[in-house]
């Protein structure tokens, strides 16, 4: 017989009739990040069972479990999801054209007032909880977030290590004492029960401020 233009994968997705395989439908996926995100908003993490989520997501619990394999993966998913686009977003703020310390200033404003964040808070705390028996869970989390943003900065001080304007020797390490020192403990504060209500834009502004003096003093060419 002559060969056949169609290729395996493409005949079981015939026989299948187009429909995704189990656990990959995006359009299903959605439909249960969007229900779980409503109920996990309204009962709280510790409070919303799975059958909650099917529920509000309305789908099967066998259908909920062939995408996510518990609450954690679930919750974390959504996590995810807010992670990457605030990410992005204060990425994209890291203009190299403008000049430094306003730079660096609204991308620590930004970047600040999204970690103290609700939703964000919840989100360490949970992954946090997890992380000793579910190490996966904290790898991730850390490599697409942290190290990411830290890369991000290295990236952009390099630029101006390039042209003279900072002195450097290590821009990994130095873009990771950047987003630790603007934050000034605000950040574990709220963290940890401490600060229960958002900061103030003037609070979050004095931290950066404050923290960026540190860093250009001892990056500056000047000095």
């Known amino acids: 017989m002559e060969g056949s233009k169609f290729s395996d994968s493409e005949r079981k997705e ?7 395989a189990a656990g990959t439908d995006p359009a299903k996926r959605r439909q249960i990040l969007e229900g779980a995100g409503r ?9 919303t069972s799975m059958s909650d989520v099917a529920r509000s997501a309305q789908v099967s619990k066998a259908t909920l479990y062939v995408y996510f394999q518990d609450k954690e ?15 992005a977003e204060k990425i994209a703020l890291l203009d190299v054209n403008q000049p430094i310390v306003d730079v660096l200033k609204l991308f620590g404003v930004e970047m600040l007032s999204t970690l103290a964040q609700p939703f964000v808070i919840a989100c360490h705390r949970i992954v946090i909880g997890v992380a000793e028996r579910m190490p996966e869970i904290g790898s991730e989390f850390y490599e697409a977030g942290p190290v990411r943003v830290i890369s991000a900065v290295a990236k952009y001080l390099d630029h101006h290590v390039a042209a003279g304007r900072l002195v450097i020797p290590d821009t990994t390490l130095a873009a990771a004492q950047y987003c630790e020192v603007i934050q000034g ?39």
């Open 73 to 87: 993966h679930l919750f974390t998913a959504i996590c995810a999801e807010h992670r990457d686009r605030h990410i």
């Open 185 to 223: 403990g605000m950040v574990k504060a709220r963290l940890y029960g401490v600060l229960n209500e958002l900061p103030p834009r003037e609070e979050i502004e004095k931290n950066v401020e404050s923290g960026l003096a540190l860093f250009m003093k001892g990056y500056g060419a000047a000095n």
């Open 39 to 47: 109920i996990f908003s309204e009962l709280g993490f510790d409070a």
């Open 14 to 20: 015939e026989r299948r009739g187009g429909r995704p």
